[in-house]
């Protein structure tokens, strides 16, 4: 069963795509950090910036580290990548909750 925390852009639905079009990958702490970096990487070759959103301290840290091996997988290619993290309040069933957002773009 795949994890619909880091899905190929090509199986994403409308809900994670933000109202701008910018592509949102939600992270959770069980998110394998290869796997999330490689679809990081995936979604940065196609598109000029993604939206990360983590719930937790143990997703913000896959997405952290997700993020670092996301950058060594396109450093290869030529693409550099920043981000800038935020702290956002989420709807989550009816539940307000926090979450980190990181927006990576190429620079």
Do not use: F
């Given at each position: 069963?795949q ?10 639905k ?6 701008d079009?910018t ?6 702490g ?12 995936h ?6 910036q993604i939206v ?6 143990s997703?913000?840290n ?5 993020v670092?091996?996301?950058r060594t ?9 920043g ?9 989550m ?7 980190v ?7």
């Amino acid at each position: 069963m795949q994890n619909v925390y880091h899905r190929k852009l090509s199986d994403v639905k409308a809900s994670h795509v933000l109202p701008d079009g910018t592509p949102l990958l939600r992270v959770g702490g069980a998110s394998p950090v290869r796997g999330l970096a490689g679809s990081i990487a995936h979604a940065l070759r196609q598109h000029e910036q993604i939206v990360l959103r983590a719930i937790g301290a143990s997703a913000v840290n896959q997405a952290v580290k997700a993020v670092a091996l996301a950058r060594t997988y396109l450093a290869a290619e030529g693409i550099e990548i920043g981000v800038i993290p935020s702290m956002q309040d989420v709807d989550m069933e009816g539940y307000g909750r926090s979450a980190v957002e990181m927006v990576a773009r190429r620079v």
